[in-house]
């Protein structure tokens, strides 16, 4: 139990910040909503990679380090939870309008010890202020590990 909590003033990572290319690599993805994800300081603590978003859409995947494991050594459902949080966010700020999560309901459906997880959000539905996301986490043997439905506020409508 010697390991240190980062000091929470310390300067950390961009999301995307190991990989160079992000921008290049993943030209679908406007550069304002790119912008914005990479200021997601939490997202790029954990690890947490942006490959592909668009109006409605996102796909973001991460490996899992031993930081991301609970007590009994497997993934700690908060890094699921927050994994499929950072689909939703980059794909219901796609197309311009600055969307807020108001509820979300997860169901974890098996446990995963793999080494990589990623998660998709797709959008359902969408009035003028409120979106309808399905989110769904599977691990790299493409097992489903995580189910959740999300409801998005649009701040600016």
């Known amino acids: 139990?010697?390991?240190?909590?980062?000091?929470?003033?310390?300067?950390?990572?961009?999301?995307?910040?190991?990989?160079?290319?992000?921008?290049?690599?993943?030209?679908?993805?406007?550069?304002?909503?790119?912008?914005?994800?990479?200021?997601?300081?939490?997202?790029?603590?954990?690890?947490?990679?942006?490959?592909?978003?668009?109006?409605?859409?996102?796909?973001?995947?991460?490996?899992?380090?031993?930081?991301?494991?609970?007590?009994?050594?497997?993934?700690?459902?908060?890094?699921?939870?927050?994994?499929?949080?950072?689909?939703?966010?980059?794909?219901s700020n796609a197309g311009g309008q600055i969307t807020v999560g108001i509820q979300v309901s997860i169901s974890y459906l098996k446990a995963s010890k793999g080494k990589k997880l990623k998660a998709e959000a797709v959008e359902v539905s969408a009035s003028q202020k409120t979106v309808n996301y399905k989110l769904d986490v599977f691990n790299e043997f493409d097992e489903h590990i995580a189910q959740l439905t999300a409801i998005g506020f649009h701040k600016n409508s």
């Open 1 to 91: 139990m010697d390991k240190k909590l980062p000091d929470m003033g310390e300067s950390l990572p961009e999301v995307g910040e190991n990989s160079p290319d992000m921008g290049e690599s993943l030209p679908e993805i406007d550069e304002n909503l790119l912008k914005m994800m990479k200021r997601d300081r939490f997202a790029a603590y954990v690890g947490m990679e942006l490959r592909e978003a668009r109006p409605g859409y996102a796909l973001v995947d991460m490996d899992i380090e031993d930081k991301h494991l609970n007590g009994v050594d497997m993934i700690q459902g908060g890094v699921i939870f927050t994994l499929a949080d950072f689909a939703f966010a980059a794909a």
